[in-house]
């Protein structure tokens, strides 16, 4: 087993590449011959109308999952399907193995309706700390990637997220208000202010690229799910951008986060955010 990152750079020096083919294979084999194309019997729900499930979601995953542990062993792999069978395997994020973490279809809703505002997330940590990251679209055939410490890329352009204007409302990406408590509910409410235009979230994945790549000033999350986050956290972070939780802390993918929590271009920007939500509960 992988116990040190010295050991872990040296895998990603070598192998970095092998997990965007697993990647783009994944997306090749089960995700794209089905967009567009899904059959009613190919949906399922969740927790709810809002939480969808296809078969490009669990065998995509399946997928990834062999590929990337046999790739490292001794990793172990989270990912959005199989916790939802088994929610004990997440515990995973919190152990001393490399962990995978994977969402195959970040944005399900949007591939459902046949929109291309989907991705493929994959990220690898240890003890809490985001090693590596990939973020591929592939509908839009885009793919980011980031490693810690050298950086963030898409389809090979180094990325900096740099600050906003100056003198502009900020844009921010939320969760919407209704699906939170009412905590968290006050907090985001707060975002609709003078100098801020909130507007609705689309695939968690794609809004934290749009902001490494300095399109989008901020996002403003209520939920804390690592397959949703772990790999635009580090795209973001690698960028030059900055997470902070509504307490002011980073944030931490093995969870207790005090939610909402913000990813931002710049360390202004999220400190900003962060005192509107701050002053919201």
Known sequence: MIDNNETIEEFLAQ???????AVRKA?????????????????????????????????????????????????VVVG???????????????????????????????????DSGFCTLVALAQHGVLLASWTYAPARD????????????????RLFSGAPEPGRDLEV?????????????????ALWTDGVRPRACGSAGLEYLAVARGELDATAFSWEA????AAGLLLVEEA???????????????????LPFTAARDAATARRVVELLAGGV
Do not use: C
């Open 27 to 75: 997306a090749a084999a089960e995700i794209m011959p089905r967009f567009r194309q899904l059959a009613a019997h190919e949906v399922d729900q969740k927790a709810g109308p809002h939480d969808l499930v296809t078969d490009a979601d669990r065998l995509a995953e399946q997928y990834l999952t062999e590929v990337l542990g046999a790739l490292l062993p001794g990793s």
């Open 240 to 258: 030059g951008g900055t997470a902070l939780t509504r307490t002011g802390e980073p944030f931490r993918i093995t969870g207790g986060n005090a």
């Open 80 to 114: 959005e399907e199989a916790v939802h069978a088994n929610p004990v395997t997440y515990d995973a994020i919190r152990g001393d193995a490399p962990v995978w973490i994977v969402d195959p279809v970040d944005g399900t809703r949007q591939f459902v309706h046949g």
């Open 173 to 189: 990406a939320t969760s919407h208000p209704d699906y939170t408590t009412d905590e968290e509910k006050r907090a985001l409410l």
């Open 15 to 21: 192998h970095s590449a092998d997990v965007q083919e």
């Open 226 to 229: 690592a397959w949703d986050h």
């Open 142 to 157: 885009q793919l980011a990637t980031a490693i810690r410490g050298k950086g963030a890329f898409l389809d090979g352009e």
